[in-house]
């Protein structure tokens, strides 16, 4: 299955999941995103909010988008 049914799946259960991602287009539906650097939590809210916030999440958003 791809990763879209496996999401798909999973909110169709209304499960709570944790997800550990590089690619952050993974977590753009998230309720709540936690943005952890070096073991410590640095920000935290939607994919929205954190892209519009200065900040590590916005940083590495701009970097996958170019």
Do not use: K
Not at 6 to 33: K, Y
Not at 37 to 46: K, L
């Amino acid at each position: 299955p791809t990763q879209a049914a496996v999401s798909s799946a999973i909110e169709r259960m209304h499960a709570t999941r944790i997800v550990i991602a590089h690619r952050l287009s993974t977590v753009r539906a998230a309720d709540r995103i936690i943005v952890l650097d070096a073991g410590s939590v640095v920000q935290q809210g939607t994919y929205d909010e954190l892209v519009e916030t200065d900040g590590l999440f916005r940083r590495l958003a701009l970097r996958q988008i170019a």
